[in-house]
């Protein structure tokens, strides 16, 4: 018995990232997360931040292309605020020991080599970029359908990001060398591009989205 449903063929990427719909997300880079200096959080917990500098360098070729192109290029910053918490949120910090980083104020909180504009940079205080309503609201208005995840951290923001926004509706675009965290434990980041493949979205390269929005570039 034939149901009405026919599957569609699948969209390809040169389509799913247009830039009159598409905005690259740069997430949370910043010192505590991926500055070498000890003075910071990752560096001084001993975490490898390998992966951070050249996923750096290569964000710095891919947004000038993906400006020129049209794409909407956005930030966000993770703060530690303590008057922005709800009682829930307070008592995982005050009770459950969670560690506290970011700390607004604090230069660990500044971005790491990176200086966007600040109309582009979007606060949020815990994981969840879909947590600022004003982000929610530019991507409305914009008609964005696709998310570019980049960032930091690859199993924390960057993983809830791409699950969040694919509950939202958005086509989830993830380049696996634009996205960085601990390289002490490359399973767990790799097994985050793993699911992303198989239910969430797509995993390219940033080579790949350089080669498309080239096409589209303004002189």
Known sequence: MQTGYQPQARMP??????????????????NDFASP??????????????????????????????ESAGV????????????????????QYELDGKLVTVEAGTKGADFYRISPPTDRVFVKYDFNIFSNPNLVKLLEERSIKTLVITGM????????????GYDLGYKIVVPEDLIAGN??????????????????????????LMRIWSGSARS
């Open 183 to 208: 390289a002490k434990y490359m399973d767990w980041n790799t097994r985050t591009l793993e699911i992303t493949k198989y239910t969430f979205g797509v995993v390219t390269s940033s080579a790949e």
């Open 37 to 66: 200096d000890k003075r910071f959080f990752a560096a001084s917990r001993n975490r490898d931040l390998s992966m951070c500098d050249p996923m750096i360098d290569k964000l710095e070729q891919v947004i000038p292309m993906a």
């Open 13 to 30: 990427l040169t389509e799913k990232v247009g830039p009159q719909h598409t905005a690259l997300i740069v997430i949370d880079i910043q």
């Open 153 to 164: 951290d690859i199993i924390f923001c960057v993983e809830t990001a791409i699950r969040n």
């Open 72 to 91: 909407l290029v956005l930030y966000t910053q993770q703060l530690y605020d303590p008057s922005k918490l709800n009682v829930l949120k307070k008592e």
